[in-house]
């Protein structure tokens, strides 16, 4: 997985303005320091589409966590969209990214040509991954530096559903939900196997060499039940040296006690990725799948586990969850100019959470209420060795060292102020210290130090006007502390040497409204909201270090729709609107007031369909369309073009008989050339970009186990 955003290669970028390093680390923060005229920078924000099929809007009988703590999804916050197992498996979509961006507000955006896409959530672009928070089953994924988070070590087979609250999060779960929140929720043991006991396997095979083997097991029992998922991936893909190899193992063991029960849930993952750099603008002409990078790479090990339990005590129920979550990483970058700036690097990083949390209903004034009380505790730990190669890795260039302890206290409390009106009300108070240095620089400025108290509030109030129609109304506040990768900087300071830069929060005031209409066969949504940004963190070129950015917005509209005309037909469609500009003030020597932020497309739309149109048969399919976006690093916007809009159609065609499944799905089928993410050189003349893969299939077979 990309994961490096600094190093040696930055004396490289600038002798070379149109190289594009490939990891998203350095795309994101190098490629900027090549590609940007002097005194331009950029943040960036899209907005997505809607509805992947069949339908994207929460089931009244589903259980959900938004509150962390389980209800129906009726209860659950204004907005909630849900995605449950049976439309992740009827879906065409090959990732979880790919699947998440068919939702409201979501852009998937590819610049290493990795699973592991970049995903924006209302409209935060290049620095999306940072504002949207992703959580597994309450536990954050989130990392302390500019990675993207690890999709592709979350077997598709092991979700139960997928929960997106759009712009909220941060009094729950703290910084980094500006966009909002995804919350992966992995099946139990007893929804794995309902009658008891459950087994299968399955294997697939497709188009660029692409395989995949993967089986899942479970027992329910009164007592103790267990559940197992675990596949096998490999595939060259669409371009030269981008072959990815990736294994993953998660479970889950469950123990029912007198007051509630317990839980262990685990996985691992290891991942082999080469990476194949960007295509100019000629080359996306003559040689889209080629690369100018034969030797580049990425590697991954990671795992994670969570030990657990729920109490009822009567007055109320007591949650408490303990986890861990570790990673190696390691990649090279090579110089292919003058071989005298390769970087390898090799990063460790390890993390505790403390999460213990309390429900407790209870009426006052004559109102039922429900409030959640609790405290995150968080502790994470970053080491970094950067150096020519692995050989040379025992004396390295530089090696940063970094921690993040975060101890938060919050509340929300749900207020019905009769059968048809829900008010909420929340708070969250943080302490956040943070020390970085780069243990090879003796000079002060090599290290440093700081604590913050950020702070989160929300007010939200949802209104049944009719039985099928509802209102809802929210405000509230969010905060994004850096990470270490945008506090350090390898050849930012006075002499061309290492240098700790410690930044504001980022803070957020957003207001958002909204009606919804639930009526039997038809559903639907619309929103508008805006978001005011203060100190925005993004990368400054000329200084080789990021900076809070002068005053931004992001506002827009979301329409989402589904509809069963037909038993056994399901049709979605979803459209939003989005402006994304600088309200005031320069960055550099450049006003960049009312400029339209970089990467933000004004329209993106979606169509998705499913149809059980025999036994056993279900057709599915899905269009999507994200529309013309200035290119990165155009915040000037005087480029003489724009990225230019594109569509993709998906389908998928499955059947299932007794235990026998099997499926054809079809991606990009009209086998569009196209990219989602691309950046102007410095001098403004062309730009680079990462093309995604033209059409593919993939055939699937799964045998449920007697």
């Known amino acids: 997985m990309p994961h490096l955003r600094k190093g040696a290669h930055r004396a490289a970028a600038a002798a070379f303005p149109l190289r594009v390093f490939p990891l998203r680390a350095f795309s994101l923060r190098a490629s900027r320091l090549r590609a940007l005229p002097v005194g331009v920078f950029s943040v960036a924000a899209c907005v997505g589409a809607v509805c992947a099929p069949p339908a994207a809007a929460a089931d009244p009988d589903v259980v959900v966590t938004a509150t962390r703590f389980p209800e129906k999804a009726l209860d659950a916050p204004a907005g909630l969209t849900v995605i449950t197992a049976e439309q992740i498996a009827r879906s065409p979509a090959a990732t ?146 981008n072959r990815l190899e990736q294994q993953n193992a998660a479970g889950e063991v469950r123990l029912r006690h007198g007051l509630g029960e317990a839980w262990f849930n685990f996985g691992m993952d290891n991942q082999s990725l080469r990476l194949p750099g960007e295509r100019t603008a000629a080359q996306l002409q003559t040689d889209p799948r080629g690369t100018s990078r034969p030797g580049d790479y990425s590697a991954r090990d990671g795992g994670h586990a969570a030990l657990g339990s729920s109490f009822n005590l009567g007055f109320g129920e007591l949650v408490v969850d303990l986890s861990y979550r570790d990673s190696v990483r390691t990649a090279l970058l090579k110089d292919y100019a003058f071989g005298i700036f390769n970087t390898y690097t090799d990063t460790r990083v390890h993390t505790w959470s403390l999460t213990p949390r309390m429900k407790v209903p209870f009426r006052a004034l004559g109102f039922q209420n429900s409030l959640v009380l609790g405290i995150d505790a968080d502790d994470w730990s970053y080491d970094q060795r950067r150096a020519a190669s692995f050989e040379t890795l025992g004396a390295p260039v530089a090696n940063v060292v970094a921690t993040q302890r975060n101890q938060a206290f919050y509340f929300q409390d749900n207020v019905a102020l009769n059968d048809a009106t829900k008010l909420t009300v929340g708070g969250r108070l943080q302490h956040v210290t943070m020390r970085a240095q780069d243990l090879l620089n003796p000079a002060a400025y090599a290290a440093g130090e700081k604590s913050s108290t950020p702070r989160a509030w929300e007010v939200a109030l949802r209104r049944d006007l009719t039985k099928a129609w509802s209102a809802y109304g929210r405000a509230g506040t969010s905060f994004r502390i850096s990470t270490v990768d945008e506090v350090y900087s390898q050849f930012g300071g006075p002499f061309f040497d290492a240098m700790v830069t410690l930044l504001e929060p980022q803070t957020s005031h957003d207001l958002e409204g909204g009606v919804t209409y639930r009526s039997g066969t038809l559903h639907a949504r619309a929103s508008v909201y805006r978001m005011k940004l203060n100190n925005e963190i993004q990368f400054f070129a000329p200084t080789f270090s990021n900076i809070n950015l002068p005053p931004t917005e992001r506002k827009g509209v979301e329409l989402e729709a589904g509809l069963q005309p037909l038993a056994g037909l399901t049709v979605t469609g979803g459209l939003s609107f989005t402006q994304a500009r600088y309200r005031s003030g320069q960055i550099g020597a450049v006003d960049v007031t009312g400029n339209t932020i970089p990467l933000v497309p004004r329209d993106v739309a979606n169509l998705g369909a499913a149809w059980n149109f025999m036994e056993g048969f279900t057709l599915s399919g899905s269009w999507h369309r994200v529309g013309r976006q200035y290119y990165d690093n155009d915040q000037a916007n005087t480029f003489p073009s724009q990225m230019p809009a594109y569509s993709t159609t998906d389908v998928r065609l499955a059947y299932k008989r007794g235990r026998v499944g099997a499926s054809l799905a079809v991606t990009n089928l009209f086998d569009k050339l196209y990219y989602s993410y691309a950046i102007r050189n410095g001098a403004g003349t062309s730009f680079n970009a990462y093309p995604e893969h033209t059409r593919a299939m993939l055939a699937s077979l799964s045998y449920e186990l007697p």
């Open 96 to 241: 979880l990214p790919d699947l998440l961006a068919t939702q409201a507000g979501i852009v998937a955006r590819d610049n290493t040509g990795t699973p592991d896409k970049a995903i924006d959530l209302r409209g935060m672009g290049i620095t999306g991954d940072q504002n949207t928070l992703v959580l597994l089953n309450g536990q954050r994924l989130n990392e302390i530096e500019l990675v993207t988070i690890r999709w592709s070590a979350i077997p598709l087979d092991s979700i139960e559903r997928i929960e997106i609250m759009r712009g909220s999060g941060s009094v729950l779960y703290g910084g980094g939900a500006t966009g909002g929140t995804i919350n992966i929720v992995t099946k139990t043991p007893a929804g794995v196997a309902a009658s008891g006991y459950h087994a299968d396997a399955g294997t697939s095979f497709g188009t660029f060499n692409t395989r995949e083997t993967r089986v899942n097991g479970a027992r329910s029992g009164d007592i103790v039940s267990f559940s197992l998922h675990a596949n096998n991936y490999s595939s060259d893909n669409y371009r030269d040296n």
